[in-house]
């Protein structure tokens, strides 16, 4: 897929335990400019480093520090960067967060689908 204007030069930030899926990702989305992070902690040091995402993608369960406890950590620090997020999950839900989840495994297409109108809708 080439870049079109809704996609140009647009950062996400994915945020998950799941080494063999972020390693696949910067490949699978390459009309975007895409950062990793392996876990909450990196998550967290790379956020305090550059916050400047589009989207920042997070999965819910994962060891240490789950997603949830991040977006709140992170909230307090930059509390205009909480709409960025997007929550992943393979079955936990959200309570009282109005933010986007979106179920895994995600398939590519349906990231892809997710991707464009959120940022058409920026």
Known sequence: MLPTSATAKKRLLFIDDEQAWLTVLPRLLKEYE???ACGAEPALALLRKDCAF???FCD???PEMGGLELFSLWS???PDTKDLFVFM???????GISNPLLEKPLPVKKLRQFLLQRLVNA
């Open 34 to 36: 895409v950062s990793c």
């Open 54 to 56: 589009d989207v920042i």
């Open 60 to 62: 819910l369960c994962m």
């Open 76 to 78: 307090m620090e930059r």
């Open 89 to 95: 999950s393979g079955g936990e839900t959200l309570n």
